[in-house]
């Protein structure tokens, strides 16, 4: 498997972490993919932002991935101080009811990619600079 997975671009490491998982997905789930986080993240190379990235995009599973969108736009938005991952996570699942929790993820992080990104914020183009605290101050 790792010739085939190397002819796709990673890192040997990275091959080598993603043949051993689906050797894993064969040998333990019959070659399907798990649906809870627990056999998700017992996964070589799957930790919480994957498994939860899964569990809502493949299983329907309210969940929040916090990736490095997701983490500075609610800073930026005042959701969270934090910037442990999961802390964040947990700041964002009191804010936001749980029905909305998968188009949260989707929605920071396509905002974070075009409007609010990491060196130069576009605030005069942000459709959410009235209820930003840090509109125009970056």
């Known amino acids: 498997v790792d010739p085939v997975i190397l002819a796709t671009g990673p890192s040997p490491a990275t091959a080598a972490t993603a043949a051993a998982a689906a050797k894993l997905l064969v040998e333990r789930h019959g070659g399907a993919v798990p649906g ?3 056999e998700l993240v017992a996964l070589p190379g799957v930790g919480r932002k994957t498994a939860n990235v899964v569990l809502a995009n493949a299983f329907g599973i309210p969940t929040i991935a916090v990736d490095t969108h997701v983490g500075r736009l609610a800073r930026r938005l005042g959701f969270s101080k934090l910037t442990d991952p999961d802390k964040v996570e947990l700041d964002l699942a009191k804010t936001f009811p749980e029905s909305e929790w998968v188009f949260l993820h989707h ?6 990619r075009r409007v609010c990104t990491a060196r130069k914020p576009d605030c005069t183009h942000c459709p959410l600079c009235d209820n930003c605290p840090s509109c125009g101050r970056l």
Do not use: D, E, K, P
């Open 36 to 38: 809870t986080m627990a």
């Open 107 to 112: 929605a920071l992080i396509l905002h974070g």
